[in-house]
């Protein structure tokens, strides 16, 4: 008997959730899993942050919340926040009203979300992305309906580092009027960031261009421990006038993985524009979603409206952030009284959750295979995976593979 599904193809597993797969069925008492991006405790657990906790039972506990659908567009005071924590409080464009904050499904709904409002109500067609990206960024847009991808170089893989003149060349030959799409902090895989100084040159391209940038905002706070920090390119880009889209993630900086809480930052020059734009997003997503869940968007905005908690939350991201850079300081060392072969500079160098190690994909999966340690082909790791029990055993598999592994 034939079914409508006969023609449904088997695709190839997401590599990340296939290694944490392999990683959860291993038996060997060795196995370190740093491949999926998810902050872990120095004992190697989720940590849920105190301030959250509390104000989770606080929620949990107020008789008199209920269940009732929220707009469409969000929980007001958590978009409210949300792009206050973005831009900045005194922030013109906010003063000015001439900013969006639309809640979404985490980082990557907010990214849909902006891509489908481009594609399909601003007619855009072509998106640039750096060389290497986060995998997902390519379906994401492709998904919404861009016909056309033009990539930048970004990682130097023989100098370990951000290669920022052919970055800017491949953007000055990028359509006019494209879609760039670029990380404010703590780019993903690489965990390489323009300096300021090449923050305004890529900008002045994108200026004299006319792209259009969209922003992703998964670490702001979390990467270098002050979300003020983090947003630097995010506000320097408003500050020249651009137009532009941040989607932005409470996902890790807040330890919500499964609430899925984020937010579509928009900045006009226009403020007469906003309703035209509010009601071309409700569209969106009343044909996606109808609206977003409310406890995630709950606890987040309570926590950023209030002072106090907030000074708490800060307290929280600064630990995270601070033991991702000891696991940085800890790898270095160890290679290097190793005397493993290559440059290691780049790993202290390199800022937020990943670190692009230059292992090839043979050593990596060499590393899954002989010594249980997963992580993706491309070299990246996450640091969060590391601790003060694993880093020896870590760091010496990687010497190993790296001085047996034969170059062709």
């Known amino acids: 008997m ?55 039972a606080q929620i949990a506990g107020n008789e008199a ?51 489908e409002l481009l594609a399909h109500v601003m007619h855009k067609t072509t998106y640039c992305v750096s060389i290497p990206t986060w995998d997902n960024h ?25 290669d920022i003149d052919g970055m800017l060349e491949d953007l000055v030959a990028a359509p006019e009027g494209s879609v760039v799409n670029l990380h404010a902090c703590a780019h993903n895989p690489t965990g390489c960031d323009p300096t300021r100084e090449q923050w305004k040159r890529i900008a002045d391209v994108c200026e004299a261009r006319k792209l259009f940038p969209f922003f992703d905002s998964a670490y702001q706070g979390f990467a270098s421990g002050d979300p003020i920090e983090d947003a630097f390119a995010v506000r320097y880009f408003v500050s020249r006038g651009f137009e532009i889209m941040c989607a932005q993630s409470f996902v890790k900086n807040f330890g919500l993985y499964s ?66 850079m000891r696991m940085r300081r800890m790898l270095y060392d160890h290679l290097i009284a190793l005397k493993t072969p290559g440059t290691w500079s780049h790993i202290i160098d390199q800022i937020g959750m990943f670190s692009y190690t230059g292992l090839s994909e043979e050593q990596s999966q060499r590393l899954a295979r002989e010594f249980h340690i997963y992580l993706p082909k491309s070299g990246r790791i996450s640091l969060s995976g590391l601790n003060d029990r694993n880093m020896e055993y870590v760091a010496k598999a990687i010497h190993y593979v790296i001085t047996t592994t034969t170059t062709p």
């Open 2 to 56: 034939t079914s409508a599904f006969d023609d449904v193809q088997l695709t190839s597993p997401i590599e990340v959730f296939a290694l944490t797969k392999a990683y959860n069925e291993d038996t060997n008492d060795k196995k370190v899993n740093l491949s999926i991006g998810v902050y872990r405790t120095d004992e190697g657990n989720p940590w849920v942050l105190p301030v959250v906790a509390r104000i989770e």
């Open 65 to 115: 919340l209920n269940h009732e659908y929220l707009p469409v567009t969000g929980d007001e005071q958590f978009t409210k926040v949300a792009v206050a924590h973005l831009l900045g409080e005194d922030s013109p464009a906010i003063r000015e009203n001439r900013v969006i904050g639309c809640q979404a499904l985490s980082g990557t709904g907010a990214l849909r979300l902006g891509a």
């Open 138 to 162: 390519d379906d994401v847009f492709t998904s919404a309906g861009f016909t056309h991808s033009h990539c930048y170089r970004y990682w130097h893989s023989e100098r370990r580092e951000i």
């Open 259 to 324: 609430e899925r809480v984020g937010n579509l930052a928009i900045v006009l020059r226009n403020p007469a524009k906003l309703p035209a734009i509010v009601s071309q997003l409700s569209l969106l997503i009343r044909g996606m979603y109808s609206s977003p869940p409310a406890f995630g968007s709950r606890i987040v905005g309570t926590i950023l409206s209030d002072p106090e908690l907030r000074a708490e939350w800060m307290l929280c991201i600064k630990t995270m952030s601070e033991r991702i």
